[in-house]
């Protein structure tokens, strides 16, 4: 079976990942990409990125880059209470055999530009403003009409379109989709602070305010608010999120009082699960990323278990000949780590909005990341 001739649908971080790890396997990728330039569907705000992350970046050799531009931390994370005390240390794990910080914080817009220049380096082929029209599935390959007007053949169509993929229904049931859990993030980029050193949380009484260091002149602030799923007309992003840190006192009222000013600079976006049940392919289609296990950030494991995918995907389409093997051994090698991810991140965020009690959520996320440092 030839898998050569390969479409990646969506230019995010999964599809990029996946696009770099097929191209330098010697494949044929196309990746199109509904927004105009790399840097369209980024948000400015930053990402976090575990040590998990940094060694499936380091498969496509993408992870000296991120460190360089962002900040290697030197422990996991902080918890403080709302006033601004120390309650617990998180160190992190290490991966055995391995140097990678247990976090590094960077910009999404820079991990895009370095993800989309190992792509062009690895021959891959970016179609901006372009998505298909339609995919139609033959027997030993997938005819897709694209929006550019073309008509092409390809062996594999990657559908890495995110958590509102239109792939997605090429491949499951047409009702299954992300659910909304009920919390939305504010985040803000803010200058960097000493005592933001890794990610820092603040438990408030009604949500987790948090800090996450990205290069070493900046760091943002996040806040996980319990409502209704929001919709962006005319609200004061500032107001709103001054009054949700109001009972904050320490770090969180520092920040609030000195740079929630500017409404403009806050993105707010809804938190959105979904697990789709095994396979995650039909005939020639695969899914990987949001589109088929959108995760929520409590615990910073979004885009590096999109990362995971397509480094596995390119992995075991180099090991067998049969496409339909290779694809089963994908979901196989994919399936319960990401779900373990997408039921403590959600786990997490049930703590936060008070309706799970006796919940220990440091030990839920050492866990995770404990079984995130294990082999791929
Ligand atoms: C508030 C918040 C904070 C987060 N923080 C973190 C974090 O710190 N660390 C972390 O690891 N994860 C984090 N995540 C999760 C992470 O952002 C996602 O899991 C990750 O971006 C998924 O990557 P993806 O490539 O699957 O999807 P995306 O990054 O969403 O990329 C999908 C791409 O496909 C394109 N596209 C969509 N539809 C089409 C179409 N029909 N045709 C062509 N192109 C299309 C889009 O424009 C986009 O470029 C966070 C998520 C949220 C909501």
């Given amino acids: ?207 987790m305010a948090g800090f996450v260091p990205i290069g070493p002149d900046l760091a943002y602030l996040f806040y996980n608010a319990q409502m209704d799923r929001p919709r962006s007309d005319g609200r004061d992003l500032a107001e709103e999120l001054r009054a949700h840190l109001a009972p904050f006192g320490g770090l969180t009222a520092r920040i609030r009082d000195e740079y929630v000013t500017d409404s403009d600079a806050i993105v707010l976006r809804p938190e959105e699960a979904l697990i789709v049940d095994a396979p995650w392919h039909r005939g020639h289609i695969v899914l990987l990323g949001d589109a088929v296990h959108a995760i929520t950030p409590h615990l910073g494991q979004g885009a590096a278990q999109a990362i995971e995918d397509g480094v596995v995907l390119a992995d075991v389409l180099a090991k067998h000949d049969d496409l339909e093997a290779a694809l089963a051994d994908y979901t196989d090698r994919r399936y319960e780590r990401c779900k373990l991810v997408v039921e403590t991140s959600l786990a997490i965020g049930e703590w936060e909005m008070g309706r799970l009690a006796n919940f220990d959520n440091v030990a839920a996320t050492n866990h995770v990341l404990e079984v995130m440092a294990q082999p791929l």
């Fill in 1 to 207: 079976m030839n898998h050569d001739n390969v479409l990646v649908v969506g230019g995010g971080i999964g599809g990029l990942s996946a696009a770099i790890a097929l191209g330098s396997n010697g494949s044929d990728v196309t990746v199109v990409e509904k927004q105009a330039d790399a840097h369209s569907s980024v948000y400015g705000v930053g990402i976090i990125q575990p040590a998990n992350a940094l060694r499936a970046l380091d498969m496509i050799g993408c992870s000296d880059a991120c460190i360089a531009a962002g900040y290697p931390a030197e422990g996991w994370g902080r918890m403080l209470d709302a006033d601004g005390t120390v309650v617990r240390e998180m160190p992190g794990t290490v991966i055995e055999g391995a140097s990678y910080p247990p976090m590094n914080g960077l910009t999404r817009p820079k991990l895009h530009e370095i993800l989309t220049n190992s792509a062009i380096e690895a021959g891959v082929d970016i179609r901006y403003s372009t998505t298909f029209e339609s995919l139609e599935t033959r027997d030993e390959f997938v005819d897709v009409v694209l929006t550019d007007g073309t008509k092409e053949r390809f062996d594999l169509v990657v559908g890495a379109d995110g958590v509102n993929s239109k792939v997605r229904p090429h491949v499951v049931e047409k009702d299954i989709a992300p659910r909304y859990i009920g919390q939305s993030a504010y985040r803000l980029n803010i200058p960097a602070d000493p005592e933001i050193d890794r990610i820092v949380l603040q438990e408030g009484p009604e949500g």
